[in-house]
């Protein structure tokens, strides 16, 4: 089958198979999951997949060709995302023949929802100095300790654990890999909600959690090498969806405001002419990374100043529509009110606006890094987190 | 011009500071509007009547005091009709009536202005429309308004005052942005209505608004700054704090360059409203497009630089952020301040 | 839309930066225009005639084309007139004219475009009137210039040639600020004119040079660039190389995030240039509202983070600075390339 | 006489002294000595300099006083500026009786120009990584290097020198402070070209040049802590003067702009509103750190703020006027072109921006220090000035 004819094949399920009605509700999670599966026997899910494991063994171009044609759709996958786009992708490259046995088919079928536990309160962009403990006995780890911004947390069967297994030695040393049974009766799953007031995240506590060893992925004491495959993927999927939608429903873009503001007024248009061209500046950056990415040339670290862009632009267009809009704009059920409460989010979710600043600065412009103390203390030894 | 605290002064902020800080901490603010708390404001530091004149049973002070109390307030997120009651007051300073400014003197009433002039019906006797964002309309007992002169003659404007607690006034409370003080739709029916006098021209009513808002928000935006300078000093990332990262140690450092300017022209636009009534309009104007803007800025990054515990509602940053963001927007599109600097300067 | 480079744009680039790399390096910028070097440029890179359709002997490339040989020319801040006969090409494309095409193609010709239209009176043989500023007017063989069109009927333009060297032409270089690229007062005295022709309504002439000039801006704004990156890179203060600083770090961070979308909005507004018409005059606009504040913000960036020694006539921070600067302002105050966005827009 | 009638003496005495005629000119230097002298023998220079060394023994208020009034003239006295402000209090507090005996008086008499010989072109903001040499021989010693940015170096006597006499310790360890006289034959001044094209600056070359024990300040290896107190006394010079005039002749200010732009532009005019915004911002900061000062509290680094504030205010202004007026704002002697070519300096004498941002971080919100390396290592083992 050639690609012409595996997209043509790929719009066509779509189009006579994703549920078209409103995918909220009640049963929401049991729809996704049958939704999953039909999409797994249909063979869409896991196209890059090895085969062996479950998925299908065919080529990034194949999953590029599924992907424009499912952008016109909205495919009711949200709660599979961290399983498809970061742990089991994890599991895949590192995992042990069993793991992936038991793990990556049901994940690929929606049989099982997952979730990513890195994150802590006190380890926010320096994720390797987290503090939730492991602590072996026998053939079983006995987990303890707090996580935080868990999506999906609170439907997740499996959630890939990071937790600190040595103390004795410096941060990144001491740090092991898990798939933790998210129905151990020890795991308590918490809503997080955000400024906006929406509970999107979670906070997950674990109180004598038991894991067995059979469970752990990489060897004791390695799991910042594989942590560092999963952020891979994660950035990998973040980089895919930067720029593209999102901005449909926003009520502070350019072509949003243009609508609802009085025109006449000759600052209102040049403040909307400002708004446009950075806009359309950073639209134009996406596309010529999207066309270099096609072309074989790897964007790497200049997706994190797209990202970067974006967020500035996001608190930028909110701040804007509000001042333009007045003080209507943040009374009553006034969409500027719950945009300009969103906006901070894309500022803080994926790395900070600093991070994304060291990324750029180390990576893209090779500048001498920031001298570093904390790669040699023993984390015993090692400030972390909020001191005093 | 005068702009360092007097000794007076200085006593007024610590009093003010002193008492928020343990009759109002922060983690109430979001449980909004204490009578009681307002109350003790009022009875124990006669904060309400700081500007009523003396004849009229309050302490007589200028706006560079109460400006001072309403850093105070601002820096707290203090929720209640403590600035529109301050609102009603400056305008009552302008059409003085006895009952009220002795009520607000006292404590007993608390009451809200309504600027600028908004469609409302007068027939001499009672007002009819819908006013559809009071500031703290569901706390407040009066409504101060400006309405059309029923009087024969040239027509006009007059002050009037309805009793917000009285028949024909129907409030709903709105849901808003800002957490800790509350906004509400009033619409009047023929509510009865009494005159309270004519604004004499040039009265300057808005423009001391203008500075009195100025003056909360550099409490908040001085509040905001304080807040992340002190997690600066005990977040730590990659083993060490993050105020001693020059990508955040330079960012306080401009937002401390903000705080000066705003508390500068703060503290002469409030000289200005006591002492030199022909700097007042551009000083309030100024006021408003400086100090509000760089609020909002200074609130924004503060939440920023919080990392995503910022971005949780559990943390009082959104708090500010969003107080400074209604803030900025209270008294009208901040551009009207900047079109009335460019008017003011004759550019 | 095409916004990534072809091979074939990939080694126009490579062989014209290797060229400016041997020919024309920085430091012999300051010294000004040496024509023995832009008859090079010319003969050996054919790059004078690269948009010249080929009929008239040149390479028949697009806007896309030289936009890449701009982007060169601006990073080496190629001193003469190389955009100011690029200009007139661009015009030429419009209004063709054999003699001067075929001239441009073979390097022979070096002209220079006035734009927008100027006061000139026009007889129909000769033009009279004063040019207040030519870009490379001193250096320029041929003036192109819109003139009253002076046949009978409605009235329009027409696009003259006047020999710089022939009589009733007066030539006052000026002091400029741009030290790499001058210009000149041109006083025309019944100077002979040629008639070239009338530019087709929308043809877009103006657009197309504010897209080739946002090219050689976006050379100018990458060289500044790279060259304080390179600078963070060797300078020590306090022990530690400066771009290890997060208070550089993080600004050259900024910078690249504005190369990146200048280079995006360049590619673009070439490829409409060429490719979509209908797209050009809202991309042209987008290129100068943005590409030219950022390659001066930039520029300017790049001085201030060398320190002290960016200061100094002999560094060479403040020819980017200056050329930045100057280009900013060539076609016109900034503004009016965001009126022109509003416009499009129906805003 | 109290202090009304001191100042009404200064005024009376300003009024009938200060030249009224253009200062510049052949025989500058010579007359610009000459007023020195009488400026002295009226009482008016030293005010508030020891009796003992030939100042009037006077406090801080007759000195502001003097200032007030000093303020309506121009007084030709630029030359001995850093003589006053810095390199003379320096002897003051640290200099020998030997040395204060030589100097002061001469130096408040205007019979001898100084100059200060800190700054090199490897160190700039990094003052104490300097790298000029001075070696011990007998009682005298013989320096090698070059220094940079040195104001009035051409017409100066004796130069306040801090030099490198250790290099076997760190680097703010091995300095020592010497005056060295300018017209010894192994010292060459040459002038320095600002981006604008002025030669305000001089490099000095040393090359050889002996200079006797007796003229060292302070002791061997402390030259640190005295150029600590020199630097002390150019700040609070500087932190006097900013704010201050300087804006006068300038073509990018408010006052200017309004006269030369065309307003009937919303856009032109809301441009112009926002410069007198943030020049009103500044003026009234500076104006509350005056009156503060007046009441007796000491600015500090606050000071820096007001610096990084004007050096930002005189870029955006300058680079706002260009754009507002156009292309012939860079063409010809139009005065925005010298003001664009200026404005950069503002940002780049006195410490750079990202200094001042230094500065207030840790000194006036008290934030964490940046950890440093370079306070420990041996200076020989430092990395300084540009490497590769």
Same mark, same amino acid.
């Given at each position: 089958?050639?690609?012409?004819?595996?997209?043509r094949?790929?719009?066509?399920?779509?189009?006579d198979?994703? +549920?078209?009605?409103?995918?909220s509700?009640?049963?929401?999670?049991?729809?996704?999951?049958?939704?999953?599966?039909?999409?797994?026997d249909?063979?869409?899910?896991g196209?890059?997949?090895?085969?062996?494991?479950?998925?299908?063994?065919?080529?990034?171009?194949?999953e590029?060709?599924?992907?424009?044609?499912?952008?016109?759709?909205?495919? +009711?996958?949200?709660?599979?995302?961290?399983?498809?786009?970061?742990?089991?992708?994890t599991?895949?490259?590192?995992?042990?023949?069993?793991?992936r046995e038991?793990?990556?088919?049901? $994940?690929?079928?929606?049989?099982?929802?997952? %979730?990513?536990?890195?994150?802590?309160?006190?380890?926010?962009?320096?994720?390797a100095?987290?503090?939730?403990?492991a602590?072996?006995?026998?053939?079983?780890w006995?987990?303890n300790?707090?996580?935080?911004?868990?999506?999906?947390a609170?439907?997740?069967?499996?959630?890939?654990?990071?937790?600190?297994?040595d103390?004795?030695?410096p941060?990144?040393?001491?740090?092991?890999?898990?798939? @933790?049974?998210?129905?151990?009766p020890?795991?308590?799953?918490?809503?997080?909600?955000?400024?906006?007031?929406r509970?999107?995240?979670?906070?997950?506590?674990f109180?004598?959690?038991?894991?067995?060893?059979e469970?752990?992925v990489?060897?004791?004491d390695?799991?910042?090498?594989?942590?560092?495959?999963?952020?891979?993927?994660?950035?990998l999927?973040?980089?895919?969806?930067?720029?593209?939608?999102?901005?449909?429903?926003?009520?502070?873009?350019?072509?949003?405001?243009?609508e609802?503001?009085?025109?006449d007024?000759p600052?209102?248009?040049?403040?909307?002419?400002?708004?446009?061209?950075?806009?359309r500046?950073?639209?134009?950056?996406?596309?010529?990374?999207?066309?270099?990415?096609?072309?074989g040339?790897?964007?790497?670290?200049?997706?994190?100043?797209?990202?970067?862009?974006?967020?500035?632009?996001?608190?930028?267009?909110?701040?804007?529509?509000?001042?333009?809009?007045?003080?209507?704009?943040?009374?009553?059920?006034?969409?500027?009110?719950?945009?300009?409460?969103?906006?901070?989010g894309?500022?803080?979710?994926? #790395?900070?606006?600093?991070?994304?600043?060291?990324?750029?600065?180390?990576?893209v412009?090779?500048?001498?890094?920031?001298?570093?103390?904390?790669?040699?203390?023993?984390?015993?030894?090692?400030?972390?987190?909020?001191?005093? | 011009?005068?702009?360092?605290?007097?000794?007076?002064?200085?006593?007024?902020?610590?009093?003010?500071?002193?008492?928020?800080?343990?009759?109002?901490?922060?983690?109430k603010?979001?449980?909004?509007?204490?009578?009681?708390?307002?109350?003790?404001?009022?009875?124990?530091?006669?904060?309400?009547?700081?500007?009523?004149?003396?004849?009229?049973?309050?302490?007589?002070?200028?706006?560079?005091? $109460?400006?001072?109390?309403?850093?105070?307030?601002?820096a707290?997120?203090?929720?209640?009709?403590f600035?529109?009651? /301050?609102?009603?007051?400056?305008?009552?300073?302008?059409?003085?009536?006895?009952?009220?400014?002795?009520?607000?003197?006292?404590g007993?009433?608390?009451?809200?202005?309504?600027? +600028?002039?908004?469609?409302?019906?007068?027939?001499g006797?009672?007002?009819?429309?819908?006013?559809?964002?009071v500031?703290?309309?569901?706390?407040? #007992?009066?409504?101060?308004?400006?309405?059309?002169?029923?009087?024969?003659?040239?027509?006009? @404007?007059?002050?009037?005052?309805?009793?917000?607690?009285g028949?024909? @006034?129907t409030?709903?409370?709105?849901?808003?942005l800002? $957490?800790?003080?509350g906004?509400?739709?009033?619409?009047?029916?023929?509510?009865?209505?009494?005159?309270?006098?004519r604004?004499?021209?040039?009265?300057?009513?808005?423009?001391?608004? %203008?500075?009195?808002?100025?003056?909360? /928000?550099?409490?908040?935006?001085?509040?905001?700054?304080?807040?992340?300078?002190?997690y600066?000093?005990?977040?730590?990332?990659?083993?060490?704090?993050?105020?001693?990262?020059?990508?955040?140690?330079?960012?306080?450092?401009?937002?401390?360059?903000?705080?000066?300017?705003?508390?500068?022209?703060?503290?002469?636009?409030?000289?200005?409203?006591?002492?030199?009534?022909?700097? $007042?309009?551009g000083?309030?104007?100024?006021?408003?497009?400086?100090?509000?803007?760089? %609020?909002?800025?200074?609130?924004?990054?503060?939440?920023?630089?919080?990392?995503?515990?910022?971005?949780?509602?559990?943390?009082?940053?959104?708090?500010?952020?969003?107080?400074?963001?209604?803030?900025?927007?209270?008294? #009208?599109?901040?551009?009207?301040?900047?079109?009335?600097?460019?008017?003011?300067?004759?550019?």
């Amino acid at each position: 089958m050639d690609l012409a004819e595996y997209r043509r094949a790929a719009a066509e399920w779509l189009r006579d198979n994703v +549920p078209a009605d409103d995918q909220s509700g009640a049963d929401a999670l049991a729809r996704a999951k049958e939704f999953m599966a039909r999409l797994y026997d249909a063979g869409y899910s896991g196209i890059t997949w090895p085969r062996q494991w479950g998925g299908q063994g065919l080529t990034q171009a194949e999953e590029r060709a599924f992907a424009a044609e499912a952008r016109d759709h909205t495919l +009711p996958t949200y709660v599979f995302s961290i399983g498809l786009g970061m742990t089991g992708p994890t599991l895949v490259d590192r995992g042990t023949d069993a793991q992936r046995e038991r793990f990556v088919r049901p $994940l690929l079928r929606g049989e099982e929802v997952w %979730c990513q536990l890195f994150s802590e309160p006190g380890a926010g962009s320096d994720v390797a100095s987290l503090q939730t403990r492991a602590v072996r006995d026998g053939d079983t780890w006995v987990v303890n300790g707090q996580k935080v911004w868990t999506s999906v947390a609170h439907h997740a069967d499996w959630g890939l654990l990071l937790a600190r297994t040595d103390v004795e030695v410096p941060k990144h040393r001491g740090l092991t890999m898990f798939v @933790v049974d998210m129905h151990h009766p020890g795991v308590t799953v918490r809503p997080l909600k955000d400024m906006s007031g929406r509970a999107n995240f979670n906070e997950i506590f674990f109180d004598n959690v038991t894991i067995p060893d059979e469970h752990r992925v990489g060897e004791v004491d390695d799991g910042w090498s594989v942590a560092v495959t999963t952020l891979l993927h994660e950035r990998l999927s973040i980089s895919a969806g930067v720029g593209m939608g999102g901005q449909k429903d926003n009520p502070a873009t350019f072509e949003a405001l243009r609508e609802t503001l009085d025109t006449d007024d000759p600052l209102v248009r040049d403040q909307l002419v400002e708004l446009h061209i950075r806009t359309r500046a950073l639209a134009l950056f996406n596309q010529r990374l999207a066309q270099e990415t096609r072309a074989g040339i790897f964007p790497g670290a200049r997706g994190s100043a797209a990202k970067l862009l974006l967020a500035e632009l996001t608190m930028f267009q909110a701040d804007l529509a509000t001042r333009l809009t007045g003080p209507e704009s943040v009374v009553g059920d006034h969409p500027l009110s719950r945009a300009i409460s969103l906006a901070p989010g894309m500022s803080l979710g994926g #790395g900070t606006n600093e991070i994304m600043r060291n990324i750029v600065g180390d990576r893209v412009l090779g500048l001498p890094p920031e001298p570093r103390m904390d790669k040699t203390v023993p984390f015993k030894d090692l400030k972390v987190g909020t001191q005093g | 011009m005068k702009l360092v605290l007097s000794q007076e002064q200085q006593q007024l902020r610590e009093a003010v500071r002193g008492f928020l800080r343990a009759a109002a901490p922060l983690r109430k603010a979001r449980e909004g509007y204490d009578p009681q708390v307002y109350a003790r404001l009022n009875g124990e530091l006669g904060l309400s009547g700081l500007i009523v004149p003396e004849e009229y049973g309050g302490a007589g002070a200028g706006l560079a005091d $109460l400006a001072v109390a309403l850093e105070e307030t601002g820096a707290a997120l203090l929720p209640g009709p403590f600035l529109a009651t /301050q609102f009603a007051a400056l305008a009552l300073t302008q059409v003085p009536d006895k009952e009220l400014l002795g009520g607000i003197a006292e404590g007993r009433v608390a009451a809200t202005l309504v600027q +600028p002039e908004q469609d409302l019906a007068f027939d001499g006797t009672s007002v009819t429309g819908t006013l559809p964002r009071v500031l703290s309309g569901a706390e407040a #007992g009066v409504l101060l308004a400006p309405a059309p002169d029923p009087a024969p003659g040239p027509g006009g @404007v007059v002050l009037v005052a309805v009793d917000l607690a009285g028949p024909g @006034v129907t409030r709903t409370p709105l849901e808003t942005l800002d $957490l800790t003080r509350g906004q509400a739709r009033v619409t009047l029916e023929h509510a009865p209505a009494r005159v309270l006098g004519r604004p004499p021209a040039g009265s300057g009513i808005g423009d001391r608004l %203008c500075v009195a808002l100025a003056a909360e /928000q550099l409490g908040v935006l001085r509040a905001s700054l304080d807040a992340i300078v002190a997690y600066a000093k005990i977040r730590v990332a990659f083993g060490r704090y993050i105020g001693s990262y020059q990508g955040v140690k330079h960012k306080l450092a401009d937002m401390h360059g903000k705080l000066e300017q705003a508390e500068s022209i703060v503290r002469y636009a409030a000289w200005a409203a006591d002492e030199s009534p022909g700097e $007042l309009p551009g000083a309030a104007a100024l006021a408003q497009a400086y100090v509000g803007r760089a %609020c909002f800025e200074v609130a924004r990054d503060h939440l920023l630089l919080h990392g995503g515990i910022g971005f949780t509602w559990e943390h009082d940053a959104h708090l500010f952020y969003k107080r400074a963001k209604a803030d900025e927007v209270l008294l #009208g599109p901040p551009r009207i301040h900047r079109a009335r600097l460019a008017e003011l300067l004759e550019l």
